[in-house]
């Protein structure tokens, strides 16, 4: 096991669901699916733009409730709620935000304070250091680079070493140095608990183990 998750208690972790859909008001957002998947491993989500794939991840990760159906997820065999999933769950999509008037240091620290961690500043800065971003600690978010930016998003998902991690395209704005580095830690996170990739990108979606495609035709189709 990596250092980066040597301090991470192994528990088995599993997701069942079962007719789950979602819909925008009239639109639909996500068909009825039914999957089951557990750690350890990376779950490839695949499907072409708007089939879904971020909404299905803000459902696992307790952010959206599904219109239909039900969503199981539970760690060492105990289900847990929406609520208390959300401390136990890293979450980087493409719409995360972080304050322009902190540094990147500063923005996790807040970040790990809200979730409650031991030791906020040292929790952000191993957080940097595992996605390359720790001599850039003190910068301000708007003087990182969109691809800095992508990192600062996937730190912040690793922050406190969850068990469960969504990644929502964390390849977008990478270049071959930062790519590389989406893969360590995926590779990492597979050893000790799930990854769940939402990408179209083949060299993301062969770090996957297992797959749940979306073949809808798209977010907007009517009922």
Known sequence: ????????????????AAGLAHRYGRRRGLDPLSFRV???????????????????????????????????????GESVSAAARRLRVGFASPELAFYDELSAEENLTFAAEARGLPDPGAAAGAALERVGLAARARDLVPELSSGMQQRLRLAFAV?????????????????????????????????????????NDERETKLGTQRIELRRRGLGDPA
Do not use: Y
Not at 1 to 16: H, K, V
Not at 48 to 73: D, E, H, M, Q
Not at 185 to 193: C, L, S
């Open 159 to 199: 922050l406190g070493a969850p068990p469960l991690l969504l990644l929502d395209e964390p390849g977008s704005h990478l270049d071959e140095e930062g790519c590389a580095t989406v893969a360590r830690v995926v590779d990492e996170q597979a050893e000790a608990g799930l990854v769940i990739l939402a990408t």
């Open 38 to 76: 557990a750690s350890p491993g990376v779950v490839a989500l695949t499907g072409p733009n708007g089939s879904g794939k971020s909404t299905l991840l803000r459902i696992v990760a307790g952010l959206l409730r599904p219109t239909t159906g039900s969503l199981s997820v539970a760690f060492g």
């Open 1 to 16: 096991m990596s250092a980066a998750l040597a301090g991470t208690a192994l528990c088995s972790l599993t997701l069942e």
